[in-house]
Nanobody, 126 residues
């Protein structure tokens, strides 16, 4: 059974940084694409960043481009999201997701992801 477990969420001041981690288990991590989404209560979950299985391709939402960096360590079965210059509007629950295709389908249920983590809360104070 595939499990994705996020960690690293915290309360941080505006302008600060955080690094989120997502540890995966249950199937060969290096064969699958990974990504991060976020959700504010009352709003739809939105795409944040994605990385392909080799790490050779990354994509970002316009709102985080230049501030967030996604990376992966296939030896550790872990994907990371380095978040810099955090702003109050970045406050959300951040979810890790895994998919066999690259990367998300806006017309599909749950963006077409194969698996989701349970999320980690990031709160940015002004």
């Amino acid at each position: 059974q595939v499990q994705l477990v996020e960690s690293g969420g915290a309360l941080v001041q505006a302008g600060g940084s955080l690094r989120l981690s997502c540890a995966a288990s249950g199937r060969t991590f290096g064969w699958y694409h990974m990504g991060w989404f976020r959700q504010v209560p009352g709003k739809e979950r939105e795409f944040v960043a994605a990385i392909n299985w080799t790490g050779g391709r990354t994509d970002y939402a316009d709102s985080v481009k230049g501030r967030f960096t996604i990376s992966r360590d296939n030896a550790k079965n872990t994907v990371y999201l380095q978040m810099n210059s955090l702003q109050p509007e970045d406050t959300a629950v951040y979810y890790c997701a895994q998919r066999s295709s690259y990367f998300y389908d806006t017309g599909a249920k749950d963006y077409g992801m194969d698996y989701w983590g349970k999320g980690t809360l990031v709160t940015v104070s002004s």
